[in-house]
C-alpha cells in the first residue's frame, strides 16, 4: 500500500485509501476513473496547462461553471493537477505521482509514454505494486497507430452496420468509449483483490474494439458461433418476435415479448388469442419467420387505442411494454420511481452513479474540478513544495 505524506481520507467508500493517478482523457478513462471516484478512491487528474481535458471545450451545451456538461458529466470526484510532462520540472511531479498511487490509467497513443519515463515498465521498475491500466483504439500490436475515436471503432469494429434502418448509423452515445471504461474499471477492481492477497501490481489492456466486440454479445456470438453476419434490421430484434415499435392510436411504443407465454397473454389482450396456437406464431421460432407478418396484425388490433391505454393493461398481465421517452421524460420517470437520477455536487449537476451498496454507498464529494484547481493539494500530498 502507498503510504502519502499528509494523506487522510474522509472518504467512507469501498475504496477509500485507494489513490488512481488519471493521466487519461476524453471519454473512457476518465469515465472509469469517474466510477473508481465514486467508490471512494482518491483521483487525481493530470492535465495540459490552460487548455486542460479535450472536453472542457465540447460545447455547446455548458454547465454553469462554464465547463461543458460532456466534460462535467465524466470528472466529478477527482482533483485536477496540470502538468506538461514535456517540462523536466513537471515531468518530475508525474513521475513522482505515477510511482507512489496505487492506480494509473492511461490512454495515450501506445508507446507514447515511454519517453517520458511514464510507461508501465518504468513506473512498475519502482512501483511494483501498481496497477497500470492503458486504454487504445485497436491494441498495442499491429493496430497500435490506428487512432482510437468511438465513431471509428463503431464503424470499424461492426456497430454500425447493426444499427439502423436504411443504411449503417451509429449510436446517439459514445457507447464504445462507456463500455470500454465499464470493462476497464472491473479490470481495475480486480486487479486490486489480486494485488490484495499478493502484493503484486499489474498491467491492464484493453482496446475499444475489444470491449466493443465482446459487448455485442448475440450479434458477435452469431458469427463467431454459426458465422453468421448479421446486419441492421431497424427496431426489429434478430433473435425475437414480437419485440420491436408497433404504432397505436396516437403514438408508438416497444413490446419487448421474450417467450411464449407472454406472447399467449398478449394476443389475448388484443382480442388475438387464437394467434397463440395458430402454426404461423405458436412459438418465437415461428413468429420470427413470420414477422412482418405477425407485425401487421398487431399494428391493426393496436391501432384501436393508445399507447398509455396499451401499456396500462398490457403490464398488468406482464408484457413487457412502453413508450418511447425522450431524455427529459426519462428523467421523470427515474424521478416518479423513487430511483434519484440526478445529484447535485457543489454548484453541478450530476446524473447519479447507478450503483448502490448498502454498506459502502456511493459518494457524490467533488464537483468537476477546473484546470489545475487542486494542484496545491497534490503537491502536499507528495509530498512536495506547492
Excluded at 458529466?73 to 506538461?84: A, E, F, Q, W, Y
Aim: with cysteine; charged share 15%.
Amino acid at each position: 500500500m502507498v503510504t502519502w505524506i499528509g494523506y487522510n481520507s474522509a472518504m467512507a467508500g469501498a475504496l477509500a485509501g485507494i489513490v488512481v493517478a488519471d493521466f487519461s482523457r476524453v471519454l473512457a478513462g476518465p469515465y472509469a476513473t469517474m466510477l473508481l471516484g465514486d467508490l471512494g478512491a482518491t483521483v487525481i487528474k493530470v492535465e495540459r496547462p490552460g487548455s486542460g481535458d479535450d472536453t472542457r471545450a465540447w460545447g455547446p451545451p455548458f454547465a454553469p461553471s462554464g465547463q461543458s456538461t460532456y466534460f462535467e458529466g465524466v470528472n466529478r470526484n477527482k482533483l485536477s493537477i496540470d502538468l506538461d510532462i514535456s517540462d523536466d520540472a513537471d515531468a518530475i511531479i508525474a513521475r513522482q505521482l505515477a510511482v507512489r498511487c496505487d492506480v494509473m490509467i492511461e490512454n495515450f497513443k501506445p508507446g507514447g509514454l515511454k519517453s517520458f519515463g511514464l510507461d508501465y515498465s518504468a513506473v512498475s521498475a519502482i512501483n511494483p505494486s501498481v496497477i497500470y491500466g492503458s486504454i487504445s483504439g485497436f491494441g498495442s500490436g499491429e493496430g497500435r497507430d490506428l487512432p482510437g475515436y468511438d465513431l471509428l471503432v463503431q464503424a470499424m469494429g461492426g456497430l454500425m452496420s447493426i444499427t439502423g434502418t436504411h443504411e449503417p448509423t451509429k449510436a446517439g452515445v459514445a457507447v464504445v468509449d462507456v463500455l470500454t471504461g465499464l470493462h476497464l474499471s472491473v479490470a481495475v477492481l480486480a486487479a486490486l483483490h489480486h494485488r490484495d492477497r499478493t502484493g503484486q501490481g499489474q498491467l491492464i489492456e484493453v482496446s475499444l474494439l475489444g470491449a466493443l466486440l465482446s459487448s455485442m454479445v448475440n450479434q458477435t456470438s452469431a458469427f463467431a458461433g454459426a458465422g453468421v453476419v448479421p446486419t441492421f434490421m431497424g427496431n426489429a430484434h434478430p433473435s425475437i418476435s414480437p419485440y420491436e415499435v408497433y404504432p397505436t392510436a396516437d403514438r408508438s411504443m416497444i413490446i419487448a415479448v421474450g417467450n411464449d407465454g407472454q406472447f399467449s397473454r398478449l394476443v389475448d389482450v388484443l382480442g388475438l388469442a387464437a394467434l397463440a396456437s395458430d402454426g404461423r406464431f405458436s412459438t418465437n421460432t415461428d413468429r420470427v419467420a413470420n414477422r412482418e407478418e405477425l407485425g401487421r396484425i398487431l399494428a391493426q388490433a393496436l391501432g384501436a387505442h393508445g399507447a398509455d391505454h396499451w401499456q396500462t393493461e398490457l403490464t398488468r398481465v406482464g408484457v413487457p411494454c412502453g413508450p418511447i421517452n425522450d431524455i427529459a421524460q426519462a428523467f421523470t420517470l427515474a424521478e416518479s420511481l423513487g430511483l434519484e437520477p440526478a445529484r447535485r455536487v457543489g454548484g453541478s449537476v450530476q446524473v447519479a452513479n447507478p450503483v448502490n451498496l448498502g454498506t459502502t454507498p456511493v459518494t457524490y464529494d467533488l464537483a468537476p474540478p477546473s484546470v489545475g484547481s487542486d494542484r496545491d493539494e497534490v503537491l502536499e500530498l507528495l509530498g512536495l513544495t506547492p
